[in-house]
């Protein structure tokens, strides 16, 4: 691995970057860059000093952070990754991801939002996250999350419905 991207700031979506890191001291061949905007690689250096205090001192040069600027195409390895700002309980940004003739379009955790649809227009692929079903519309809502049903609105291609990863090999 040597690109990480990180949406936003959630235990759920950073938590894994400390045992990552862990794994990448004793691989001394490997390096890693991690993308992220500046109040996120913020949140994230701040973890890292609870978790794993010194592990940029022991990684040196092997690990870089990049900020990201919403709007703006990063490029990591072949693939042009743009981040795009969504509408989530704290600053969270998707990507659209283009590599080779392909376009995949990552939504993070997000409401309802335009950018999504912007974003995801022509994509090949969408992940979109649903909290659940339109009975808990409200909750999904108040804690930054869309419905199924609206996940399924911004997406004019065919629709397949995981729980988790397994379903898709990428
Ligand atoms: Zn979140």
Sequence with gaps: M?????????FDHVGGLAPLLTALATSPETSLTVHATPQTLGALRDLL?????GVADWLGDRLRWAELIPGKPSIAGNAEVTPFLVDHSVECVGFRLKQGGST?????????CPNVVEYARDADLLLHEAYGLEDVAKQAHAFGHSTAAEAQAVFDGPVEVSRDLDAFDF
Excluded: E, K, Y
Aim: glycine share 0%.
């Design 2 to 10: 040597r690109h990480l991207f990180v949406t936003h700031s959630h």
């Design 49 to 53: 000093s609870l978790t794993i205090p």
């Design 104 to 112: 995949m379009v990552h939504a993070a955790d997000t409401r309802p």
